[in-house]
């Protein structure tokens, strides 16, 4: 039945990315001659596509769901614009294509060697055959296996002090909504799309599986982030992450100073929390932010001075550390 979908909303956005490049595209690059690009403007339709129907659709499905069961109310909602922004840069997925399609040829390479040396590729969708080459299994091995660590890769973002200074634009934003979950430094959703796209052609995965994928995890964390309330129930929310369970780790005091530098980091499901014990069930409603912001520090109101200062804390955390004082892991 999930193959069934999956196969029909291909088809719809690759009908989709074929009109739009006859009608729109190609014109354009024959008009100013750069029909050299032709083939790889016609690839990178595809995530545009996924990511602009992703937001049509979180903003069509989540925002009534926030005006109807807000978790806050909130007089001004001016803060939000340039989470909007960041959600536009971010979902249309042309950084994970990019770096997805620039490892290939190392990936290649790499494969090369290791069947010349009679080390068998990793792939495992080939695992068992018969049934993890089934799409629904191999996509959802996938899907743990990017999760598991993606885990990790929060953890890292915290843990520390100059990644956690990128990191902190994310956590800046202290009205939560669902528009929350792209606010990103640039440099680190370079690092990032780089970081996945690297084990997505390690683990064999497809471009347009990977795809399909990255919207899929982007999509439950925008329903993280929504500023409604969603009773998931004690069974659910072990089984995928509620808005509560990650709004605690936007909790002040709580999901970035707690033990080990804090907990509920999990992407899409709370297993590897719970693993690991870095879980947090209290669902109290908790200030969400910084403390330093508490305290005073800004870190900024637009996209260019919240980018800017990031690299000013990291400036001040490398002096820190050159001079013997300060701590450089994320407190």
């Given at each position: 039945?999930?193959?069934?979908?999956?196969?029909?909303?291909?088809?719809?956005?690759?009908?989709?990315?074929?009109?739009?490049?006859?009608?729109?595209?190609?014109?354009?690059?024959?008009?100013?001659?750069?029909?050299?690009?032709?083939?790889?403007?016609?690839?990178?339709?595809?995530?545009?596509?996924?990511?602009?129907?992703?937001?049509?659709?979180?903003?069509?499905?989540?925002r009534p769901?926030?005006?109807?069961?807000?978790?806050?109310?909130?007089?001004?909602?001016?803060?939000?614009?340039?989470?909007?922004?960041?959600?536009?840069v971010t979902?249309?997925?042309?950084?994970?294509?990019?770096?997805?399609?620039?490892?290939?040829?190392?990936?290649?390479?790499?494969?090369?060697?290791?069947?010349?040396?009679?080390?068998?590729?990793?792939?495992?969708?080939?695992?068992?055959?018969?049934?993890?080459?089934?799409?629904?299994?191999?996509?959802?091995?996938?899907?743990?296996?990017?999760?598991?660590?993606?885990?990790?890769?929060?953890?890292?973002?915290?843990?520390?002090?100059?990644?956690?200074?990128?990191?902190?634009?994310?956590?800046?934003q202290r009205?939560?909504?669902?528009?929350?979950?792209?606010?990103?430094?640039?440099?680190?959703?370079?690092?990032?799309?780089?970081?996945?796209?690297?084990?997505?052609?390690?683990?064999?995965?497809?471009?347009?599986?990977?795809?399909?994928?990255?919207?899929?995890?982007?999509?439950?964390?925008?329903?993280?982030?929504?500023?409604?309330?969603?009773?998931?129930?004690?069974?659910?929310?072990?089984?995928?992450?509620?808005?509560?369970?990650?709004?605690?780790?936007?909790?002040?005091?709580?999901?970035?100073?707690?033990?080990?530098?804090?907990?509920?980091?999990?992407?899409?499901?709370?297993?590897?929390?719970?693993?690991?014990?870095?879980?947090?069930?209290?669902?109290?409603?908790?200030?969400?932010?910084?403390?330093?912001?508490?305290?005073?520090?800004?870190?900024?109101?637009?996209?260019?001075?919240?980018?800017?200062?990031?690299?000013?804390?990291?400036?001040?955390?490398?002096?820190?550390?050159?001079?013997?004082?300060?701590?450089?892991?994320?407190?």
């Amino acid at each position: 039945m999930l193959h069934t979908i999956v196969a029909l909303l291909d088809g719809v956005v690759s009908s989709l990315q074929t009109s739009l490049y006859i009608d729109v595209i190609q014109p354009l690059l024959f008009k100013f001659g750069w029909m050299d690009y032709d083939e790889d403007t016609y690839d990178a339709l595809y995530p545009v596509i996924v990511g602009f129907l992703t937001i049509v659709s979180m903003y069509a499905l989540l925002r009534p769901l926030e005006a109807w069961r807000p978790v806050e109310r909130w007089e001004n909602r001016k803060a939000l614009r340039v989470d909007v922004l960041y959600t536009w840069v971010t979902k249309l997925g042309l950084f994970n294509l990019f770096f997805f399609v620039a490892f290939q040829p190392i990936f290649d390479r790499s494969q090369v060697w290791l069947r010349y040396h009679g080390i068998a590729n990793a792939n495992l969708d080939t695992l068992w055959p018969g049934v993890t080459s089934k799409p629904i299994v191999a996509f959802a091995i996938y899907l743990i296996v990017l999760d598991f660590a993606g885990y990790w890769y929060h953890r890292w973002q915290h843990r520390f002090g100059v990644w956690w200074e990128l990191h902190a634009v994310h956590h800046s934003q202290r009205q939560m909504s669902l528009w929350c979950d792209d606010r990103n430094h640039l440099l680190d959703d370079v690092i990032q799309a780089g970081f996945f796209a690297a084990i997505a052609l390690a683990i064999g995965i497809a471009p347009t599986q990977f795809v399909v994928l990255s919207a899929v995890t982007n999509f439950a964390q925008s329903v993280q982030h929504t500023n409604a309330r969603l009773p998931f129930g004690p069974l659910l929310e072990r089984l995928i992450i509620s808005p509560s369970f990650h709004r605690r780790h936007h909790a002040v005091g709580y999901g970035h100073e707690g033990t080990a530098y804090g907990c509920n980091f999990g992407v899409l499901f709370p297993w590897w929390d719970m693993l690991f014990k870095t879980a947090s069930w209290n669902r109290a409603v908790e200030p969400t932010g910084i403390r330093q912001q508490i305290e005073g520090e800004s870190y900024g109101e637009g996209f260019f001075a919240q980018h800017w200062l990031a690299f000013v804390r990291i400036a001040r955390r490398l002096g820190l550390r050159r001079s013997g004082g300060g701590d450089a892991a994320a407190v």
